[in-house]
């Protein structure tokens, strides 16, 4: 992972050992600080073995690559680290459900399910223009790659999963 100011509260996951709804809290926080900076609010971390093994945000505007999304950076972080191409039985933790792109790369790298905070239902018009087309993309992939993404319990409120969104668009003013 490319480290600048805005991504640097990640790497403090890096080596955690914390519950399945912890870490989905913290990408929540995290994504809704990243959103704040104005960048599109989309944070995960990679877990094999019980630890945090990678970590990632979307840096499609940092980098000027549409294909940088938080889960992919996540998952490329982990493999550098660990110096695999293959993550074979790792879990991505992600703070939004993930897109089409995310499960696709997530399935090709062997990743074995990305549990999410927050649904596809509380992603703002102004962030998905078209949420009829990005679902029925993640749709087809799953029917492709059963199982590869879930739901996960963050216990936050509704409000608190879409703050992320909220800040982002604060930010764009």
């Known amino acids: ?3 600048d100011p805005i991504t640097a509260g ?3 996951l890096l080596d ?8 989905l809290a913290r990408t929540v926080r995290l994504a809704e600080e990243y959103g704040a900076a104005g960048q599109p609010p989309f944070v995960a971390a990679v877990v094999r073995d019980g630890r945090v093994i990678g970590v990632g945000a979307n840096r499609i505007l940092i ?10 950076e996540a998952i490329r972080d982990a493999g550098r680290r660990a110096g695999l191409a293959a993550l074979t039985g790792a879990v991505v933790i992600s703070s939004c459900e993930p897109c089409a792109i995310c499960r696709t790369v997530a399935a090709a790298a062997g990743v074995t399910e990305i549990v999410y905070a927050a649904g ?3 992603v703002p018009a102004e962030i998905d223009a078209n949420p009829e087309r990005t679902g029925a993309l993640m749709d087809a992939v799953a029917e492709l790659v059963p199982g590869i993404a879930r739901a996960g319990q963050a216990g936050l409120p509704p409000e608190q999963l879409a703050a992320p969104f909220a800040a982002y ?5």
């Open 1 to 3: 992972m490319t480290h």
């Open 10 to 12: 990640l790497t403090e």
């Open 16 to 23: 955690a050992t914390l519950p399945e709804a912890d870490l």
């Open 63 to 72: 980098d000027a690559d549409p294909a940088a999304h938080g889960e992919v």
């Open 120 to 122: 596809r239902e509380l």
């Open 169 to 173: 668009l604060r930010a764009l003013g």
